[in-house]
T-cell receptor, first 115, second 111 residues
Framework: DTAVSQTPKYLVTQMGNDKSIKCEQN?????MYWYKQDSKKFLKIMFS???????INETVPNRFSPKSPDKAHLNLHINSLELGDSAVYFC??????????????FGPGTRLTVL | QKEVEQNSGPLSVPEGAIASLNCTYS??????FFWYRQYSGKSPELIMS????GDKEDGRFTAQLNKASQYVSLLIRDSQPSDSATYLC???????????FGAGTRLAVHP
């Protein structure tokens, strides 16, 4: 039984296209995240939602738009894809406990390749 | 700019040896520190978390934290070839569990 799942696993597309990645968690967590891991393996936070509210919004081009229809789902839509968007995108979730230990559980990742 | 620094490696150790992975961070106010393991082509998984100065042990893994020196390390005893992976150090900033990751250290354990 998958805890954090993402679809699709692989995404190959042309520059200029618009694409979406979906994420779902069945852990009952309140907080979800999107990370980008580039070719140098640097894992960087992009967005975080807590109970459908955007709480972390890093310096990301506004071509990237997250959407959380409910606290179990967090989708990422990317407009006008560019070559530099090629990376592995990880979704994660956590209970959202701000005061103490709060483990983030990662999904399997979506490898996006922009041609 | 919050930074987390790690030696990219590769760190090569023989099977059965102790592997020592190091991490430094820039923000003195940081309180929570994490080590994640990432196998090639897989997602990061949490190995250890540490919040207080000193050592924390879990099986073959020991995390060490020195807040005065802004330094956190991970020791892996009796290293096994299955420990070969990239180890990511992460530091929590702020109240919303924002994690800043280091670039990771690649560990290779050879038989």
């Amino acid at each position: 039984d998958t805890a954090v799942s993402q679809t699709p696993k692989y995404l190959v597309t042309q520059m200029g296209n618009d694409k979406s990645i979906k994420c779902e968690q069945n852990l009952g967590h309140d907080t979800m995240y999107w990370y980008k891991q580039d070719s140098k393996k640097f894992l960087k936070i992009m967005f975080s939602y807590n109970n459908k509210e955007l709480i972390i919004n890093e310096t990301v081009p506004n071509r990237f738009s997250p959407k959380s229809p409910d606290k179990a789902h967090l989708n990422l839509h990317i407009n006008s894809l560019e070559l530099g968007d090629s990376a592995v995108y990880f979704c994660a979730s956590s209970q959202g406990d701000r005061g103490g230990a709060d483990t983030q559980y990662f999904g399997p990742g979506t490898r996006l390749t922009v041609l | 700019q919050k930074e987390v620094e790690q030696n990219s490696g590769p760190l090569s150790v023989p099977e059965g040896a102790i592997a020592s992975l190091n991490c430094t961070y820039s923000d003195r106010g940081s309180q929570s520190f994490f080590w994640y393991r990432q196998y090639s082509g897989k997602s990061p998984e949490l190995i250890m978390s540490i919040y207080s100065n000193g050592d924390k042990e879990d099986g073959r893994f020991t995390a060490q934290l020195n807040k005065a020196s802004q330094y956190v390390s991970l020791l892996i005893r009796d290293s096994q070839p299955s420990d070969s992976a990239t180890y990511l150090c992460a530091v929590r900033y702020g109240g919303y569990n924002k994690l800043i990751f280091g670039a990771g250290t690649r560990l290779a354990v050879h038989p």
